[in-house]
């Protein structure tokens, strides 16, 4: 069974800041996606990679797929408190119906 | 904003009573997906379907937990007698076709059981 881990668990800090949030696997993503969840909203989808090595970028947020396609990060450039958000990474099981397996997400508050 | 919509957002159940939750797919969509948010864990797939058809219940509890999504009207995940172990945020996402196509996610349903 596949083991998506989010690091950190919870990271607080001030607008204007950057951060870099995680994601592991025990495997080989078949395709990685990076959900943002907003309190009492469902996840939104803000990007797709595929590709080991893969570079994508949305703005002010910097998506990296690892070249063995087992680890992905993202990096935001001077946070704002818009920002603040569950992130989640999930893997879309090509081999599973589309089943989509999440990890448990990293907390990510923006003070002011 | 013909967006996965939910309904009811927030339900109050006694232990022992009958939940019902309501999904209506993004238009165009036919295929449909329950997960389960429980606090301080991520999303847990539950059911996949297709209307008329369960292609995934893998998810899903052996007892208490049904899901259908018939041909006409929106999907239904029923909880049958609930417990308080129930509690806990029920997300539908629609897509328009299975396998490795990005779903869209409905604004959820909040459970809580007294």
């Known amino acids: 069974t596949q083991l998506l881990e989010q690091s950190p668990q919870f990271l607080s800090i001030q607008e204007g800041e950057n951060l870099t949030v995680y994601c592991n696997s025990s495997s080989v993503f078949s395709s990685l996606q990076w959900y943002r969840q907003e309190p009492g909203e469902g996840p939104v989808l803000l990007v797709t990679v595929v590709t080991g090595g893969e570079v994508k970028k949305l703005k002010r947020l910097t998506f990296q797929f690892g070249d063995a396609r087992k680890d992905s990060s993202l990096h935001i450039t001077a946070a704002q408190p818009g920002d603040t958000g569950l992130y989640l990474c999930a893997d879309d099981r090509t081999d599973s119906w589309g089943k989509l397996q999440f990890g448990a997400g990293t907390q990510v508050v923006v003070t002011p | 904003n013909a967006g996965v919509m939910q309904n009811p957002r927030h339900l109050v159940r006694r232990r022992g009573q009958e939940a019902r939750l309501r999904c209506s797919p993004v238009k165009g969509h036919s295929h449909v997906y329950w997960y389960r948010q429980l606090p301080e864990e991520g999303l847990k797939f539950m059911v996949y379907l297709q209307k008329e058809n369960i292609i995934d219940e893998s998810g899903m509890p052996k007892e208490r937990f049904s899901a259908e999504f018939p041909k006409e009207g929106p999907s239904i995940l029923r909880i049958q007698q609930v417990v308080r172990g129930d509690s806990a945020a029920y997300f539908c996402?629609?897509?328009?076709?299975?396998?490795?196509?990005?779903?869209?996610f409905g604004p959820g349903t909040r459970l809580t059981v007294l």
């Open positions: 996402a629609s897509s328009r076709v299975g396998q490795g196509v990005t779903q869209y």
